[in-house]
C-alpha cells in the first residue's frame, strides 16, 4: 500500500528510496520536487532530461483557449492547474532564483475570414456555454489591443485568464528545485520497471510510458518554429493569438526576449522530421495574421513528441493490480499548464495513499486491462534499442 510518510520523518531504510521517478520531464521532475520538498527519499531517472515533448513546447497555459468540444473533465484538470500556475511560479522562481518567462496578458482568439470567424464563434459559444471567460471583440476593440494583427483579421475573442510560461526555462528551474530539496537525479534510462527499487515508482516518461507500462500512450507529431523580432527588441504584439487563417489553426506566442513561438502542427507520426509543406503552412498562417512577422528572423524549426491518449486525457495514478506503479503520462498537448496539478497530486497520493477526487475520471483503469501487464519483464525491444 501505498503509506505516507510525513515531511518531517524522512525515510531511515537504508539506501532504497521512497520514490523513484522515471523520466525528467517537466512532469517527473515537479513530481520529483514535490516528494522531496514533503521529505521523502527521490531518485530520478533520465538519460536525457528535458530532451522530451518539452524542449519544443509553446508553454500556453490556455484551460479557455483550448477548452474544447466532448472534452469537460479534462477541461477541468486544466482549470484546476492553471489556479495552481501563480502559486507554483512564484514558489519555483523562490525556491531557484530562476526566471520562468511566466506572464499573464491573456490569449486573443482571432478568425482571418467570415468562414474561419464562423468556426471561432462556435468554439468561443461552446467555452462560454461552460462559463468560462471569452469576451468577444470588434475588430476596432481587437486593433486597439494589437494593432500589429492585419487589417484583415475579421474579429476575435479575449480570454483574459490564459497565461504562459516558458518551458525552456521551466524544466531547467524544475531540476534545480528538486535537486535542492534533496532529489538525486540518475542520468539512466530505465528499461524495465522490474529495474527500480523503490517504495513507489512514478512512471512520468512522456512517450516512454508505453513501452515501460503497456499504457495507450502514442507519440503525437507537432512541428513548430521559432522566430526572433530583428534588432533584438521585444515583438510587436503582448498577447498569445490563436487564430484561424484560411482554415489553418495556429498560434503566437510572444517571449519578452524577442522570441515569438510559432506552431504547431498535430500529425499522427512517430518521426521529428521538419518538412518544407508544414513550414510553409504555419509560416503562411502566422504572417496572415501579424503581417509584421515576414521581417523576422527565423531561428528554429523542429518537431516534437506529445504523449497522446485515446482520450486526449492524461493518465494518472495506480496501475491496475500495481499499488505501487503510479502513472504520470499522457500529458498530451497539455504538460505544460499540468505540470502544477500533476505534482501536487501525485505526491499526495505517494505520501498519503488517497486518491483526490480530481484524480477519478484519470485513472489507468479507463483503459481497461492496459497498464497492468509486463511491467516487471523486460520491456519491449523498440525502446530498449533506441535507449542503447
Ligand atoms: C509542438 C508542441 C507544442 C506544445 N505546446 C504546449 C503548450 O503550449 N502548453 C502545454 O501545456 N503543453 C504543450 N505541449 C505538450 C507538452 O510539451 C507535453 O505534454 C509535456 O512535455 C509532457 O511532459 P512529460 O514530462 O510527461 O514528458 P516529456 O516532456 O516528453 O519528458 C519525458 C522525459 O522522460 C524521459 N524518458 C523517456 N523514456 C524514459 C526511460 N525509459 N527512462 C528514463 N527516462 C525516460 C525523456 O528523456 C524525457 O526527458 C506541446 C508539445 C509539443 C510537441
Known sequence: MLTGRSASTPSDEGARPDVAVVGAGPIGLAVAWRCAARGLRVVVHDPASGSGASAVAAGMLSPVAEAYFGERQLTGLLLASAARWPAFAAELTEATGAELGYRTEGTLMVGLTGDDLAEARRLWAYQQGLGLPVTPLRPTELRD?????????????????????????????????????????????????????????????????????????????????????????APGFRHVIRGYADGESVYLVPRSDGEVVLGATVEERSDTTVTAGAVLRLLRAGVDLLPELAEYDLVEAVAGLRPGTPDNAPILGPLPGRPDVLAATG????????????????????????P??????????????????????????TEEDRWS
Open 331 to 354: 500529458h498530451h498537448r497539455h504538460g505544460i499548464v499540468l505540470t502544477p496539478v500533476t505534482a501536487d497530486l501525485i505526491a499526495n497520493l505517494v505520501t498519503t495513499g488517497v
Open 356 to 381: 483526490d477526487p480530481l484524480l477519478a475520471p484519470f485513472g489507468p483503469e479507463r483503459f481497461g486491462g492496459a497498464g497492468s501487464a509486463g511491467v516487471d519483464g523486460p520491456g519491449r525491444t
Open 145 to 233: 489591443r494589437e494593432p500589429a494583427l492585419a487589417p484583415r483579421v475579421r474579429g476575435g475573442a479575449l480570454a483574459p485568464t490564459d497565461h504562459q510560461v516558458d518551458p525552456r526555462l521551466l524544466v531547467p528551474a524544475l531540476r534545480t528545485a528538486a535537486r535542492r530539496a534533496g532529489a538525486v537525479l540518475v542520468p539512466q534510462p530505465v528499461r524495465h520497471l522490474g529495474e527500480v527499487d523503490a517504495r513507489v515508482t512514478v512512471v512520468a516518461a512522456g512517450c516512454g510510458a508505453a513501452v515501460l507500462t503497456g499504457l495507450p500512450v502514442r507519440p503525437v507529431k507537432g512541428q513548430i518554429l521559432r522566430l526572433r523580432a530583428p534588432g533584438g527588441v
